[in-house]
């Protein structure tokens, strides 16, 4: 059944998954640079910020559109944001 749709949260759900996926390219990253401490910490970041989401959207499917919306948009710019800094090889990775 689909319930009444509300502009706000639907802007809601877009900025929490684009948020969500920007966090997870960061914590990616630092996955795969080997840092402990900012990979747990993005990780509870993650999980708050897709919880959000969940709840929000689990209410009304048409929401679901707006999610996957934010999510393209997070991994976008965190993508671009991360190609704009200086490359770290994970430990033990060979020179370049």
């Given at each position: 059944m689909v319930g009444s749709f509300n502009v706000a949260t639907a802007a809601g759900v877009v900025l929490a998954t684009a948020a969500t996926d920007a966090v997870y390219v960061m914590f990616t990253s630092a996955v795969a640079t080997r840092r402990r401490i900012s990979a747990a910490s993005w990780s509870s970041?993650?999980?708050?910020?897709?919880?959000?989401?969940?709840i929000n959207y689990t209410e009304n499917w048409i929401y679901v559109c707006f999610a996957a919306?934010?999510?393209?948009?997070?991994?976008?710019?965190?993508?671009?944001?991360?190609?704009?800094?200086p490359s770290r090889s994970p430990a033990g990775a060979p020179p370049e």
């Amino acid at each position: 059944m689909v319930g009444s749709f509300n502009v706000a949260t639907a802007a809601g759900v877009v900025l929490a998954t684009a948020a969500t996926d920007a966090v997870y390219v960061m914590f990616t990253s630092a996955v795969a640079t080997r840092r402990r401490i900012s990979a747990a910490s993005w990780s509870s970041v993650w999980y708050l910020l897709s919880s959000y989401a969940v709840i929000n959207y689990t209410e009304n499917w048409i929401y679901v559109c707006f999610a996957a919306g934010g999510s393209w948009i997070g991994a976008f710019f965190s993508l671009t944001f991360l190609r704009s800094l200086p490359s770290r090889s994970p430990a033990g990775a060979p020179p370049e």
